[in-house]
T-cell receptor, first 110, second 115 residues
Framework: GEDVEQSLFLSVREGDSSVINCTYT??????LYWYKQEPGAGLQLLTY?????DMKQDQRLTVLLNKKDKHLSLRIADTQTGDSAIYSC??????????FGPGTRLSVLP | KAGVTQTPRYLIKTRGQQVTLSCSPI?????VSWYQQTPGQGLQFLFE???????NKGNFPGRFSGRQFSNSRSEMNVSTLELGDSALYLC??????????????FGPGTRLTVL
């Protein structure tokens, strides 16, 4: 997990925006992904971005990629209690497997 | 289309025993990857199978092994269980692996507790 760095925890109030950040030591991935993991459930793909893009918007989700700084962020607008989960941003290890960071646990307070 | 299924969902074993976990990928998917998730850790890659062959392997001891059948179903085996093997084991299927747009679909996991 050293290749992918994330803060472990984030708390926001319902209705606010959440920003979850990832930093990579290796920027070789062609695609970068955001996954959401709710308690007792597997990982669900939220969105992905192609490495030659710097932004992608998908409804309440905005992904920003700063390739120079090897930094990826996920912004969730109007955060809801149902958004409470662990968010992961794995990188693709040269087409072999995903390398995950520790995940960021997002808590949404009412 | 049915998702990735894993059985059993929960398992309790004692040290020294062995365990076999099963994963059925999405129909048509030929790649199955296994990951271990422990509290406070991200997912750690165990191995990937494609068309019945182990194609990639992570840094886990030889006690962890797997196989894939001709219908793409995969099993993972852990022998001589240790307390530290307690974890959530997730499998993921994809059409052909993580190359290009390698979206992986994850199962709900098997929670293994070693006493």
């Amino acid at each position: 997990g050293e290749d992918v760095e994330q803060s472990l925890f984030l708390s926001v109030r319902e209705g606010d925006s959440s920003v979850i950040n990832c930093t990579y030591t290796d920027s070789s991935s062609t695609y970068l992904y955001w996954y959401k993991q709710e308690p007792g459930a597997g990982l669900q793909l939220l969105t992905y971005i192609f490495s030659n893009m710097d932004m992608k918007q998908d409804q309440r989700l905005t992904v920003l990629l700063n390739k120079k700084d090897k930094h990826l962020s996920l912004r969730i607008a109007d955060t809801q209690t149902g958004d409470s989960a662990i968010y992961s941003c794995p990188r693709d290890n040269y087409g072999q497997n995903f390398v995950f960071g520790p995940g960021t646990r997002l808590s949404v307070l009412p | 289309k049915a998702g990735v299924t894993q059985t059993p969902r929960y398992l309790i074993k004692t040290r020294g025993q062995q365990v076999t976990l099963s994963c059925s990928p999405i129909s048509g998917h030929r790649s199955v990857s296994w990951y271990q998730q422990t509290p406070g850790q991200g997912l750690q890659f165990l191995f990937e199978y494609f068309s019945e062959t182990q194609r990639n392997k992570g840094n886990f001891p030889g006690r962890f092994s797997g196989r894939q059948f001709s219908n793409s179903r995969s099993e993972m085996n852990v022998s001589t269980l240790e307390l530290g093997d307690s974890a959530l084991y997730l499998c993921a299927s994809s059409l052909a692996g993580t190359g290009r747009l390698g979206e992986q679909f994850f199962g709900p996991g098997t929670r293994l507790t070693v006493l």
